[in-house]
């Protein structure tokens, strides 16, 4: 999984960010609505114009388009497919980019069992909770094996308990994945349970970076990594 680093960044809303994410860490940006925090997902997704340069392993890739970056996006407003089911709408990444049928069932259904879905595999989104929906989602940004997660307020409509327990889940995913993982959120609560460090943002500004070594968070980041998840 890549480092991820961010120099001299600007657009029309980030502001001189700088910025090194280490290989495998769970970084939180966090900080109130419109400071900031999904334009820097964008950027490093190269969803938006910027200046500055995006490095992922100390390689730029600020030529490269979205595709090609290998990461997965989980937005804060879901599109989930309405005419496909469960199953077709996580598979549908893999068949845009016409990978071969033959193991994506059951590379679909592997990841469905793992985030827990797996019984909602020919339900439609109509009949799907919104959490249940925010699982699909979530599994749908992992299915192509990205080396980088973005994930944008992800548990942001959800009454309390959903959302506790979509953020076990969260952590238990990247526990065994260890995927490079930057994280949007507005609750500081949710920053705390999930971060190695904690972001916080300021109108389009980083004004500091808390780690949360001292803790005891950081270090049971580091031990969870020892089990990687290869879904290729």
């Known amino acids: ?44 997704a190269g969803l938006v114009e910027y200046e500055g340069s995006v490095l992922f392993d100390g390689v730029s890739v600020d030529e490269l388009p979205v595709s090609q970056r290998r990461l997965g996006y989980l937005f804060q407003h879901l599109v989930l497919f309405p005419h496909l089911d469960v199953m077709a709408n996580v598979a549908y990444g893999l068949n ?15 990841l469905l069992e793992l985030i827990g879905i797996k019984h909602l595999a020919h339900r439609y989104p109509k009949d799907l909770s919104g959490g249940e929906k925010q699982r699909v989602a979530l599994a749908r ?66 004004v500091r970076i808390d780690c949360l070594e001292n803790q005891g968070v950081h270090s049971e980041r580091a031990r969870r990594r020892t089990d990687p998840v290869r879904a290729d």
């Open 1 to 44: 999984m890549p480092n991820i680093k961010l120099k001299n960044i600007n657009n029309f809303i980030c502001r001189d960010i700088n910025l090194e994410i280490a290989e495998g860490e769970f970084l939180v940006l966090w900080g109130s609505t419109g400071v900031g925090k999904t334009t820097l997902l964008n950027i490093i």
């Open 96 to 110: 845009i980019q016409k990978k071969p049928k033959t193991g994506m069932e059951i590379k679909v259904e592997y």
């Open 141 to 206: 940004a992992i299915i192509s094996s990205p080396k980088i997660m973005l994930l944008d307020e992800p548990l942001n409509s959800l009454d309390f308990d959903t959302a506790r327990r979509l953020r076990g889940e969260i952590q238990r995913f990247h526990k065994k994945s260890g995927i490079t993982t930057v994280y949007v959120t507005h609750c500081f609560e949710e920053a705390l349970a999930l971060a190695d460090r904690v972001a916080i943002f300021e109108k389009g500004r980083i």
